[in-house]
């Protein structure tokens, strides 16, 4: 409830916009984004009319209200951090070149560095999908993201080729990423220029993987370097391999699994080093054709701990990361648009904004779910970035976030 005596700031932006703003600052509070920004020493030294904090919601805002021009993305953010701090509203708002000066001035480090002091798993035990056997179920994959075609963004990032030797129409950001399947939250991500290998930007993303996760990887992911990497971690792995992958039986398991063994093709020939792994293989036949043969390997070796059923069952919930991937591309970004940002600095504080803004709608959508006893994944997405964008009908429709 507003104070006694406030009154609300002259402004035309609709209170329903005024309010989604308060989606951003319930799950990046402002008083962690001041702290965020002068960890990364990018605190203003002298007063501006635009200040580092607004900034920061801005560039999150972005992607919240991707269809809105600076100005009225602006407008929106201003209004809703007024309202919820009961200030007023400043008289003139900035300019969309000083707006860009104030993107600059903070830079991408402290939307990174918001994301990574916020974002930690949702989902709880009994969340459907969110385990299996007491093991948190996340999976690794990568995509990318189209970028303004500027002299800067093209020399930094890099573009794919296309056919007969010409180049894609614009460059592109590649983005590694881990999310959790219950929840489809991206909790760990990179952002590098696309010219790096998915492989390549992956490297980190692995050395963060924490025991008591189960990690689903595609066949591209595989490399004996990477799987040795992603298993000191402590983390279970499951991932899949190619056909061609030599896995000898060295022991028959009662679930049709077996134990078998892989070396660094490049460095053990004659494979002198082995780790020992156990494989699955299967088909899929959903009565009108029969894909597979799926190899996995996991570093799961005893099958009473979790049967092949159920890991090949599992591995099938890798895909919640391209659905993840598909919200932000596709309904959050907007189909087939390409990010505005002009310069690799400012691309990245846009993605990391990106990265922010999803965090936040699907921290929102799980407290619903939640309390509502449903599957985070029967919660509309598109319906949920509607709410987030317009308006929260009631006060308290949504519980605080207790993350």
Same mark, same amino acid.
């Given at each position: ?22 989606? $951003?600052?319930?799950? &990046? ?15 203003? /030294? ?32 201003? @209004? ?5 701090? *009961? ?15 104030? *993107? ?6 402290? $939307?990174?560095?918001? &994301? +990574? ?13 969110? #385990? ?12 990318? $993201?189209?970028?303004? @075609? ?6 930094? #990032? ?8 010409? *180049?894609?129409? &614009? ?35 692995? @050395? ?12 591209? &992911? ?44 490049? %460095? @053990? ?5 082995? %780790? ?40 099938? /919930? ?6 993840? #991937? ?6 959050? +970004? ?8 002009? %310069?690799?600095?400012?691309? !990245? ?16 959508? #799980? ?10 994944? *029967? ?5 949920? $970035? !509607? ?6 009908? /009631? ?9």
């Amino acid at each position: 409830m507003p104070r006694s005596g406030w009154r609300k700031p002259v402004s035309d932006v609709r209170l329903s916009d005024a309010v989604s703003v308060g989606v $951003l600052t319930r799950v &990046f509070p402002p008083v962690l984004v001041d702290e965020v920004i002068a960890e990364c020493g990018r605190t203003e /030294q002298r007063r501006r009319s635009l200040s580092a904090r607004a900034v920061a919601y801005f560039a999150i805002g972005m992607a919240l209200h991707s269809d809105g021009s600076y100005e009225d993305v602006l407008a929106v953010v201003t @209004d809703g951090l007024a309202w919820a701090a *009961r200030e007023d509203q400043p008289e003139r708002l900035a300019s969309k070149a000083a707006i860009s000066h104030a *993107r600059s001035r903070l830079g991408a480090a402290p $939307l990174e560095a918001l &994301f +990574r002091r916020v974002v930690s798993p949702l989902s709880l035990p009994g969340t459907p999908g969110g #385990f299996l056997a007491g093991r948190r179920l996340v999976a690794i994959d990568g995509t990318c $993201l189209d970028v303004a @075609d500027a002299p800067g963004n093209d020399e930094h #990032f890099g573009r794919p080729g296309v056919m007969k030797g010409e *180049r894609a129409a &614009f460059p592109q950001a590649r983005v590694v990423a881990v999310a959790e399947c219950g929840s489809h939250a991206v909790i760990d991500a990179v952002v590098d220029p696309y010219t790096v290998s998915e492989n390549a930007a992956s490297g980190e993303l692995l @050395d963060r993987l924490e025991s008591g996760m189960l990690c689903l990887a595609d066949r591209g &992911f595989y490399s004996h370097a990477a799987w040795t990497r992603a298993a000191a971690t402590g983390a279970d792995l499951c991932w899949r391999v190619q056909s061609r992958l030599k896995l000898p039986v060295l022991e028959a398991l009662s679930d049709g699994s077996w134990i078998s063994a892989v070396c660094d093709s490049k %460095t @053990d020939k004659k494979r002198e080093h082995p %780790t020992r792994v156990r494989v699955i293989e299967y088909t899929i036949n959903d009565g009108r054709a029969e894909a597979g043969p799926y190899r996995l390997i996991t570093t799961i070796l005893d099958p009473e701990d979790v049967p092949a059923a159920e890991l090949a069952a599992a591995y099938a /919930q890798r895909w919640e990361i391209e659905t993840a #991937f598909d919200e932000l591309k596709t309904h959050q +970004r907007g189909p087939r648009k390409v990010l505005r940002s002009g %310069t690799p600095e400012l691309v !990245r504080q846009e993605i990391w904004g990106h990265l922010c803004c999803h965090y936040a709608i699907r921290s929102l959508m #799980f407290d619903a779910a939640t309390v509502s006893g449903h599957d985070p994944d *029967r919660v509309s997405f598109v319906t949920a $970035l !509607r709410i987030s964008r317009r308006s929260i009908a /009631q006060q308290g429709a949504f519980p605080p976030s207790a993350h």
